[in-house]
């Protein structure tokens, strides 16, 4: 597709449940980004993927949350046991490799608004 | 860990020039980015900066860089009601980290007609 795609736009969940947020980069960005927005708030980062390399989870907030992606294709972000405080909306970002500047720029899907109530 | 900041809120009229200024720790700092979030929409890059660099101008954006102090500031000429959003700050470090952003919590514009 010509830009980031996230799915679902809008998820609300009952507290204690799974969700599963899908993000389907820009086709060729070998980096991939998961971000959080809280209501009012800048984004944090959650986990960072790059090609083949292993994950960057450091800015996961507990393990409660989780993040696969198949090779340089789609991620799927999964938070266990949702709590309230993880109402949000969950951002995804993809670039290209790393190396030149023409080569910094993330661009970011629309994000996904998660309730849990 | 490194941290950026900017002030909550700006409101200008109109036809003013608009200057949104945020501050960041990191001086390993590469690249530091301007994004714009309008309501329901997600984040744009409007312009950034490489790190050598003292100022760069883009049609009604400029971008300034004190790397000494860390400050950073946008500029909007000519300020339209279409330019009301919420304006984030983020930096990069080295290409090793991956060109993950650190951002800013938001400066929010308001433009009056």
């Known amino acids: 597709g010509a830009g980031v795609s996230q799915s679902p736009s809008n998820k609300v969940t009952e507290k204690g449940k799974d969700v599963e947020l899908r993000c389907d980069p820009i086709s060729g960005h070998t980096a991939l980004y998961w971000y959080r927005q809280r209501l009012g708030q800048g984004l944090e980062f959650l986990i960072y993927f790059q090609g083949n390399s292993a994950p960057d989870k450091s800015g996961l907030p507990s393990d409660r949350f989780s993040a696969e992606r198949t090779g340089e294709s789609v991620s799927t972000l999964t938070i266990q046991r949702t709590q309230q405080e993880d109402s949000a909306v969950y951002l995804c970002?993809?670039?290209?490799?790393?190396?030149?500047?023409?080569?910094?720029?993330?661009?970011f899907g629309q994000g996904t608004r998660l309730t849990v109530v | 860990g490194e941290d950026v900041e900017q002030s909550l809120f700006l409101s200008v009229r109109e036809g003013d020039s608009s200057v949104i200024n945020c501050t960041y720790t990191d001086s390993s700092s590469t690249y530091l980015y301007w994004y714009k979030q309008e309501p329901g929409a997600g984040l744009q890059l409007l312009t950034y900066i490489f790190s050598n660099m003292d100022m760069k101008q883009d049609q009604r954006l400029t971008v300034l860089l004190n790397k000494k102090d860390k400050h950073l500031s946008l500029r909007i000429a000519d300020t339209q009601t279409g330019d009301s959003a919420i304006y984030f700050c983020?930096?990069?470090?080295?290409?090793?980290?991956?060109?993950?952003?650190?951002f800013g919590g938001g400066t929010r514009l308001m433009v009056k007609p």
């Open positions: 970002a993809s670039s290209l490799a790393r190396g030149t500047e023409e080569n910094t720029e993330a661009f």
């Open positions: 983020a930096e990069s470090g080295s290409f090793d980290a991956g060109n993950m952003l650190t």
